[in-house]
């Protein structure tokens, strides 16, 4: 593949519009790198995403605050890299994650999705990420424990070959936090904070079942 051809497939911050449809998901992770399978069934998230299809491909994945129509003020852009219209008329389609945003404002539309305002100034090294150096042994393990706490498993075969970014992405994604934590590594100011917000959390729930063990 030539520079020319590459450059059709990238997302660069002149890519990224003032405004995007949003797609609020309850305790759902997307970061930077990162990648996620959706199935749309909603007829407002099928229109979205029809209308998405038609422009650059480009969504924000957003966190609910409430059920009052809040969302957290920090998402993540993500691109539509495939999808398939399925028989009983779902669409099922996987998407990069680009770069964070802050959420401005938001506006109902027509066709029952949101729109918003957005700015990615604060996120814009997202699109650059320069890999980590990390104790990947040490993080694979604070994971594995933490899925064995959870009663998830964790394939990690899978993990044998990705780099330390993807590593770090995947794991994260995958893991069952909770809403607050999820926002909480999606705001973290960059990769190193991340990983510090991430193994405050990891260290955190070890730390309770240790200590409620303990007390028996």
Not at 31 to 43: V, Y
Not at 47 to 60: A, T
Not at 74 to 79: D, Q
Not at 83 to 100: A, F, K, Q, S, W
């Amino acid at each position: 593949m030539n520079e020319n051809t590459k450059k059709l497939f990238e997302v660069g911050a002149s890519d990224i519009p003032n405004q995007l449809p949003i797609f609020p998901l309850d305790n759902v992770l997307l970061l930077p790198f990162g990648k996620l399978p959706l199935n749309i069934f909603e007829e407002r998230y099928i229109n979205m995403i029809f209308d998405v299809l038609q422009n650059k491909r480009l969504v924000g994945i957003v966190q609910p605050k409430n059920n009052n129509g809040d969302f957290f003020k920090v998402g993540c852009v993500g691109k539509i890299t495939s999808y398939i219209e399925t028989p009983d008329h779902r669409i099922v389609l996987n998407l990069d994650g680009v770069c964070r945003f802050n959420l401005l404002d938001s506006q109902l539309t027509t066709k029952g999705y949101h729109k918003a305002n957005i700015s990615i100034d604060n996120f814009i090294h997202d699109i650059d990420l320069i890999e980590p150096m990390i104790d990947r042994e040490n993080l694979i393990k604070k994971y594995t424990n933490f899925f064995k706490i959870k009663k998830y498993e964790l394939d990690l075969d899978v993990l044998e070959e990705t780099s330390n970014l993807q590593l770090i992405t995947t794991l994260t994604m995958l893991a069952p936090f909770n809403k607050i934590d999820n926002q909480a590594i999606l705001e973290a100011k960059n990769l190193s904070e991340r990983l510090k917000v991430i193994n405050s959390i990891l260290d955190l729930n070890t730390f309770k079942i240790v200590g409620s063990t303990s007390k028996h």
